[in-house]
T-cell receptor
Framework: GESVGLHLPTLSVQEGDNSIINCAYS??????FIWYKQESGKGPQFIID?????DKRQGQRVTVLLNKTVKHLSLQIAATQPGDSAVYFC????????????FGGGTRVLVKP | DTGVSQDPRHKITKRGQNVTFRCDPI?????LYWYRQTLGQGPEFLTY????????KSRLLSDRFSAERPKGSFSTLEIQRTEQGDSAMYLC??????????????FGPGTRLLVL
């Protein structure tokens, strides 16, 4: 049946290509940002984080870029694999707000073989 | 597996019934969070504990919802007189204040609630 409300932006990418997922955050006072990956039926899984005093951070096959001027965050996945198919969420955190996370809208990544 | 466990994984109940969910955080983590996630949306903060103290509650947490963490280890989330609008995934996360940048929150697998 139809999944009412399930209108996530979708990024279709060929296996082996690079993926770029974008996120706009809302609070200019946020000082910590995290990307999570969520597979169907599972909880969000931590991928990579970045603090507001940095503009780039690299992990294994992933890079996060932070542009505080326009309040934009991106996640780059190199050589996308079928196992990367999931919904990706960015989250922001403001320490003075008790460290609760505020999540952005998710992006569904579909990797085509 | 992040080390955060939740029980049950799925719960189907009838409107008006009470339900209780349990979360066991990573053992050395002193902060525990509850979030709610509806289909197609990101998780929304409900409440959090530092050790046994409940430090913040969202306005989303109506008076039908109550959370406890009596010994600063596991936590329970109870929903009384469930309504169909309570149907969602309930996620628990835990964190350690000694995190490198901030407090990375590690999530459990969630409890999916369906209220009929």
């Amino acid at each position: 049946g139809e999944s009412v409300g399930l209108h996530l932006p979708t990024l279709s990418v060929q296996e082996g290509d690079n993926s770029i997922i974008n996120c706009a955050y809302s609070n200019s006072a946020s000082d910590y940002f995290i990307w999570y990956k969520q597979e169907s039926g599972k909880g969000p899984q931590f991928i990579i984080d970045i603090r507001s005093n940095m503009d780039k951070r690299q992990g294994q096959r992933v890079t996060v870029l932070l542009n505080k001027t326009v309040k934009h965050l991106s996640l780059q996945i190199a050589a996308t694999q079928p196992g990367d198919s999931a919904v990706y969420f960015c989250a922001e955190n403001k320490k003075a707000a008790g460290n609760k996370l505020t999540f952005g809208g998710g992006t569904r990544v579909l990797v085509k073989p | 597996d992040t080390g955060v466990s939740q029980d049950p994984r799925h719960k189907i109940t009838k409107r008006g019934q009470n339900v209780t969910f349990r979360c066991d955080p990573i053992s050395e983590h002193n902060r525990l969070y509850w979030y709610r996630q509806t289909l197609g949306q990101g998780p929304e903060f409900l409440t959090y504990f530092q050790n046994e103290a409940q430090l913040e509650k969202s306005r989303l947490l109506s008076d039908r919802f109550s959370a406890e963490r009596p010994k600063g280890s596991f936590s329970t989330l109870e929903i009384q007189r469930t309504e169909q609008g309570d149907s969602a995934m309930y996620l628990c996360a835990s964190s350690d204040r000694s995190g490198r940048f901030g407090e990375t929150q590690y999530f459990g697998p969630g409890t999916r609630l369906l209220v009929l």
